[in-house]
């Protein structure tokens, strides 16, 4: 098995497990810091995708400021332990289950089973390690330059509403 | 197909079937969960998955537009976050409580 | 990965140097911590410590000895996992980090190129960046596992500071990054080769006696990198969180003994980083002022006669110029702790957001409108 491989079915097994204790732990702050391990080993799966540029930005944004975020606001809650970490009707649960289950079965099944994937497959031969980082920005600032600047206005707007939502009376800059 | 051949070669369905399987288990996880940040939490392993066929896709289709994409998906996703856990701390100092069976109603 | 060589030769050579960098990072703890007590004391004018050993340089091994001796314990309350998780984690980005900084030219033997650094990353500064963010999460680890009230809280005051800083920490590299075009800390230094000159506007400008160093073109960005690269690493004037005044001694309250010396390996290193990123970006990493490396290496070729002699003067000149710069900065770090005041919570968050993060903005504005007027216009 050559390095490549063998660096693939690593990170997708730490990004399964990982994944999979978010879901499954009862410890709200063991999910955050799961869901962060999980975070670096995607930001390490896009390594080995040739995304260099969006590996460091998944770092930056997820791992390091969301998460941090999450960790935090899970931290100051300090939730003593969990009265009812999962839902309560069996039925219900087992249908939910079930239907998440067909739901990957058939995303699966169409991936590995059907033939969509074909033309895909033959492009793929030729792929070159170029200078993706310029050309991403190309894109971004040409292309969708309408896009960005809407999100720059969103984030604008979240930040006005975020201070806005959580705004208590006190603190040394009260009037 | 031989069996060594999709062991030792990489090719699109790999990723595709690990993004497929992290989808299926934030959307477990948003199901079954009643913890309200663990909620939010799942939601945010099922916008990963999605960057990561993203990603996938535009490897192997040597097209950067969706790489574009995954851009604006991280951004948003940041966003929602912040605002989520605004609200989850409204939330907290209100009932004491982020376990949602106490929202049930929209009484209070 | 082929980054890691051809020959079975160099890949051993590879694995064992990016070890010895890391073991140079832990190393460099023991001298940091000598010069700061040795330093502070004579800022202090005071002694410091001169028992063991000459000028007291035995002191940190009687230290590390007295550590390894002392009683293991957990608090009543805390997290046992997380208690023990949070020292390991303190020194793992710290240490991933250092190893992308380059320290010297590659020394170039026979057919192998050995690069002076752990690894080479080709958007080396976007990946430094990352990876140091992930410090905040020791200091959360740490200061919940301990189950008491003023490591929670010293705990949320250094995450949140951490967080605020890393905006204006990436904000002030943008500039150097829209100068020299690229992400690639070993380009970056090539370009800060020769004397100082400026290309723009139509015309050239040259001035002899000033190296091009990056600190003559972003100064702004410089002043700003250095400063949040203080309240990075926790160090004075922004370590609120671990005041001894006020909480006790913040996230690591509960941690004696070797758990709490890694949390100190864990911030020296980040100085280490800070210092390299430092020099690296604006004061021209490893190049000699007023010599090229080309220079260097005749120079070597006169001296040595042989290709391999004249190679290994190269890296070990620019090395050994890499390392001055280095701890001058080091010095710099460890003198301003003794010497400003604390900063106030709500200052230091003030400082973030509504000084350092607007000054920063105006710096890339200004800095790519420069860019992009010196391409277009000629006067």
């Known amino acids: 098995m050559s390095a490549d491989a063998f660096l693939f079915w690593f990170l997708s097994l730490l990004v399964l497990v990982s994944g999979l204790s978010v879901v499954l732990l009862t410890n709200p702050v063991y999910s955050a810091l799961c869901l962060a391990m999980t975070m670096v080993g995607v930001s390490a799966l896009f390594v080995t995708l040739n995304a260099y540029f969006l590996a460091g930005v998944q770092l930056i944004v997820y791992a390091g400021a969301v998460m941090v975020l999450f960790v935090m606001v899970l931290m100051l809650f300090d939730l003593k332990h969990e009265t009812q970490a999962f839902t309560r009707g069996k039925i219900t649960g087992a249908i939910k289950i079930a239907s998440v289950g067909i739901l990957a079965g058939l995303v699966v099944g169409a991936i590995t089973i059907g033939k969509s994937l074909e033309n895909i497959k033959a492009v793929a031969d030729n792929a070159q390690a170029a200078d993706t980082t310029k050309i991403l920005s190309e894109n971004l600032f040409l292309k969708n330059v309408f896009g960005f600047e809407a999100l720059g206005v969103l984030l604008l707007v979240i930040a006005v509403g975020t201070v806005a939502l959580s705004r208590s009376k006190g603190g040394t800059h009260a009037k | 197909m031989q069996s060594s051949d999709i062991l030792s070669t990489i090719g699109l369905e790999h990723y595709l079937v690990v993004s497929a399987i992290l989808f299926a288990m934030g959307m477990a996880g948003v199901l079954m969960r009643r913890n309200l940040i663990v909620m939010m939490m799942s939601i945010e392993l099922m916008l990963n998955a999605v960057n990561l066929s993203f990603v996938a896709f535009s490897k192997f289709n040597n097209n950067s537009e969706a790489q574009v994409m995954v851009f604006f998906v991280m951004t948003i996703a940041a966003a929602e976050a912040a605002v989520g856990l605004a609200l989850a701390v409204a939330i907290f100092k209100r009932f004491k409580e982020v376990n949602i069976r106490f929202f049930e109603h929209l009484k209070g | ?379």
């Open chain 3, 1 to 379: 990965m082929s980054s890691m060589g051809t020959t079975g030769f160099e890949i051993t050579v590879n694995l064992i140097k990016t070890v010895l960098v890391f073991l140079m990072m832990v190393q460099a703890v023991p001298i940091l911590v000598w010069l700061e007590r040795r330093g502070s004391a004579f800022i202090q004018n005071r002694f410091g410590p001169n028992r063991v050993g000459p000028l007291g340089l035995v002191q940190l091994l009687a230290d590390a000895v007295k550590f390894l001796n002392k009683e293991d314990f957990v608090p009543d309350k805390a997290n046992r996992f997380l208690f023990y998780a949070a020292p390991v984690f303190a020194l793992i980005p710290a240490a991933i980090a250092y190893m992308a900084i380059p320290m010297s030219v590659p020394l170039i033997i026979g057919d192998s190129k050995f690069l002076i650094q752990g690894y080479e990353v080709n958007v080396g500064i976007v990946f430094i960046l990352g990876i140091s963010s992930l410090a905040a999460y020791t200091i959360l680890m740490a200061g919940w596992g301990s189950g008491s009230k003023f490591s929670l809280m010293g705990a949320m005051r250094a995450s949140a500071q951490i967080i605020s800083y890393e905006l204006a920490l990436g904000l002030s590299i943008v500039g150097v990054i829209l100068m020299y075009g690229t992400f690639n800390l070993t380009e970056m230094i090539q370009q800060q080769q020769g004397p100082l000159h400026f290309t723009g506007f139509g015309y050239e400008s040259y001035i002899p006696w000033l190296p091009n160093w990056g600190i003559f073109f972003q100064p702004v960005g410089a002043i700003i990198f250095f400063a949040a690269a203080f309240a990075e690493s926790n160090r004075l004037p922004f370590d609120l969180a671990e005041g001894e005044a006020e909480l006790v001694a913040g996230f690591h309250t509960e941690y004696g003994g070797f758990k709490m010396l890694m949390f100190f390996i864990g911030e020296y290193g980040h100085m280490m980083i800070a210092s390299g990123l430092m020099t690296t970006f604006f004061f021209g990493g490893y190049l000699i002022p007023g010599l090229t490396p080309n220079d260097v290496y005749q120079m070597g070729l006169n001296w040595f006669g042989s290709e391999t002699g004249a190679n290994i003067f190269n890296s070990v000149a620019h090395f050994l110029s890499y390392n001055v710069k280095f701890a001058i900065f080091l010095w710099i770090f460890i003198h301003v702790r003794w010497t400003l005041p604390r900063f106030r919570y709500d200052q230091l968050m003030d400082l973030g957001w509504k000084t350092m993060l607007p000054w920063a903005l105006a710096n890339t504005i200004i800095t790519a409108a420069i860019i992009f007027a010196a391409n277009y216009f000629v006067l």
